[in-house]
């Protein structure tokens, strides 16, 4: 038999104590945030845009929109991914990664595996 115990450092606290960390803890950036570049996904319109510009067919169309609509942020994804998610030919997959780089709003990895994305933005989105 295996026990695991899992401990959270604010159990017993206050909001407040939670949110205001003891004296030698990093204490985190109150204010104006910025969100990191890389976590943020590009928007449904900015997908629209660039399909648009693309003047892609409908049934290309509605397979980025799908694969827009399943795909997490900052999720890292391959052509094994989008023939899961559209239950559709290897080649159709291939096609629509490569569809997604030609219209540049995924961004590939290193490291992951060969062909690996995820979804990334553009500065004029943001």
Known sequence: MLQTVILNANIGKSEIDAQ????G?????IGNQKPEIENIKLSFDAIKWEIEKHKYNEPT?????KIYDE?????IFGASDVKRILDCSSSTSSEIMSK?????VVKEIKGKGKGKCRFTYKKEFI
């Open 71 to 75: 795909i997490d942020t900052n999720q």
């Open 25 to 29: 803890d990093k204490k985190p950036e």
């Open 20 to 23: 205001n960390p003891e004296i």
């Open 100 to 104: 997604l780089r030609e219209m540049g």
């Open 61 to 65: 169309v509605n397979n980025i929109l």
